[in-house]
């Protein structure tokens, strides 16, 4: 169960340290659990288990197609290994080592890639994932999930530590915004609905769910009903709720720091057609690189605003 706060405002613990801490608290009871990393120790702030767990922590260097192929090897011997990068080179770099070793073998390797879309910030487009998410999409048996904020992600690799299977998860490093009450807990596959409505639906994730909230704040000004929906898992996507919004709302938004070819409003397109069509608008990367600047700027340069969100909910509500 998971309860959705009253205020959103910025976290005081990074979504790193929270990361670090609970996989530090799962290693104290698994022996399986270890750590590699591609030379960024510092920058995922995973130093803490290499102090505590030196057995079972790995720096591969910038050597990221080789350290899924040491991932899937530990776990075909029984361990569970937690691989980090920055989002392309987790996702776009390696996607074969992905689908050959760890996918196609039927492995259990679980791919954090931090810092997905804009918020690479000055990292630039060649550190800004825009496309991992739709990459990974297409290999089959693959669980992608983005969490919104550390009491999310605790409870999402608590979960996926004990799931079978390959995980993606994209993550920004640093504070984001708090949604959900310490304690929630996610179940894999299944929405979380943070507020009801009936003339439009909001679907978002990772940075894009404070989006989709302060936009719902804004339409009730104008006396438009907006559910917001937190599609935290892109795969597999929740057709269930999907179904329900769509009869109730009628129309969708989606909202995403991810290029939407391949993406989450593609996602949610496909299976709303499939299952119970309804208009859907956009909100997201609209086929471009990245670029350099402040992540505040950049959330203005790509439209990543609620304004964006307020104009596309209104949109879509006329073409119901």
Not at 262 to 291: C, H, R
């Amino acid at each position: 169960m998971y309860k959705v706060k009253s205020t959103f405002e910025k976290e005081t613990v990074e979504m790193r340290k929270a990361y670090t801490e609970t996989l530090m608290e799962l290693a104290e009871t698994n022996d399986k659990i270890c750590l590699l990393d591609a030379d960024l120790v510092g920058s995922s702030g995973v130093k803490p288990f290499f102090k505590a767990y030196p057995e079972r922590s790995f720096d591969c260097g910038i050597q990221e197609s080789n350290m899924i192929g040491v991932a899937a090897g530990m776990s075909s011997v029984g361990f569970v290994p937690f691989v980090h990068s920055f989002g392309p080179f987790a996702s776009r770099r390696v996607a074969d080592q992905i689908f050959l070793s760890c996918a196609y073998a039927k492995l259990n390797v679980k791919i954090l890639g931090s810092d997905p879309g804009v918020t690479a910030a000055y990292n630039g487009g060649t550190h800004m994932p825009f496309e991992d998410m739709g990459i990974l999409n297409s290999i089959p048996g693959m669980t992608l999930i983005e969490p919104t904020d550390t009491v999310q992600l605790r409870s999402i690799i608590k979960t996926i530590a004990n799931e079978y299977g390959v995980h993606y998860m994209r993550m920004g490093r640093k504070l984001a915004c708090g949604v959900f009450e310490e304690g929630s807990e996610f179940e894999i596959g299944k929405a979380a609905v943070l507020r009801e409505g009936t003339d439009v639906c909001l679907v978002g994730s990772g940075i894009m769910v404070e989006v989709c909230l302060k936009a719902a704040e804004e339409l009730a000004k104008e006396g438009i009903s907006a559910t917001v929906l937190n599609t935290f898992t892109w795969k597999p996507m929740d057709e269930e709720a999907l179904v329900k919004y769509s009869k109730q709302c009628g129309a969708f938004v989606t909202a995403e720091n991810h290029n939407v070819v391949g993406g989450l409003g593609s996602i949610v397109a496909s299976a709303l057609a499939k299952n119970a069509p309804a208009p859907v608008e956009m909100v997201g990367i609209y086929d471009t690189f990245g670029e350099v600047g402040t992540e505040a700027f950049l959330r203005e340069r790509f439209d990543l605003t609620p304004a964006a969100v307020v104009a596309a909910a209104k949109r879509a509500i006329a073409r119901k």
